[in-house]
């Protein structure tokens, strides 16, 4: 470390370290990041991810909480702090880590929404069971989803992308046997792509000239 950062540090005397969240794999977004912000702006430095809480290797995340850890060991007070403790983690072990982790050098944990601070025993059990609600809730999602699947299959509903239309298709396989008719040519006239063509022409057992590409 430099001799210029230490004298800024010594300049220091507590610092606020914020951490935000919204799931990538949640289009609702129902803790929105304007909310969160907005909560999380008397902090020093915020930290901002998209990601979902269940995954334990985040950027964002490892970043705040070893700038939170440097600070402390230089013997800054230091508080790391989030909106709502799901926000942090879904997980309960990665919960109990990362306490234990900040515990450890001397890092206060605060959560804004369940007004808990992790400086008591009281404040890490709640923490805890919380933490314990918050995985509940993301395994019980995960297996709502796994049903909701399993019985839209059972219905014949057909999942992932609808495919291409059926007279569409013969009027690609019929524009494509026109020999003077390119598959460039062909894409360009029913606004769809080239590897499209080739998934129909191919589907279908008819032979691919490449040379009709262009």
Do not use: P
């Not at 949640?26 to 020093?44: H, K, Y």
């Not at 995954?55 to 007070?77: I, T």
């Amino acid at each position: 470390m430099t001799n210029h950062h230490k004298n800024k540090l010594e300049n220091i005397e507590t610092i606020t370290i914020g951490y935000a969240r919204v799931s990538s794999t949640d289009n609702r977004q129902e803790l929105g990041l304007s909310v969160q912000t907005e909560a999380l702006n008397f902090c020093d430095k915020l930290y901002i991810e998209k990601d979902s809480g269940g995954n334990q290797e985040r950027q964002q995340l490892d970043k705040a909480l070893k700038l939170a850890k440097n600070y402390a060991k230089q013997g800054v007070e230091t508080n790391f702090v989030v909106y709502k403790l799901d926000r942090l983690t879904r997980k309960m072990f990665h919960l109990s880590a990362i306490m234990e982790d900040l515990t450890k050098h001397g890092v206060h944990l605060q959560s804004i929404h369940e007004n808990i601070e992790t400086d008591s025993l009281t404040g890490k059990f709640f923490c805890l069971m919380l933490g314990y609600v918050a995985e509940w809730e993301l395994q019980a999602i995960s297996e709502r989803t796994k049903d909701g699947l399993r019985k839209a299959k059972e219905k014949g509903v057909k999942l992932g992308n609808k495919g291409i239309a059926k007279d569409k298709e013969k009027q690609i396989i019929a524009q494509y046997q026109q020999k003077e008719n390119s598959v460039r040519n062909i894409a360009n006239q029913l606004n769809i792509s080239t590897a499209t063509i080739y998934n129909v022409l191919k589907r279908n057992g008819i032979q691919i000239n490449r040379k009709n590409h262009l």
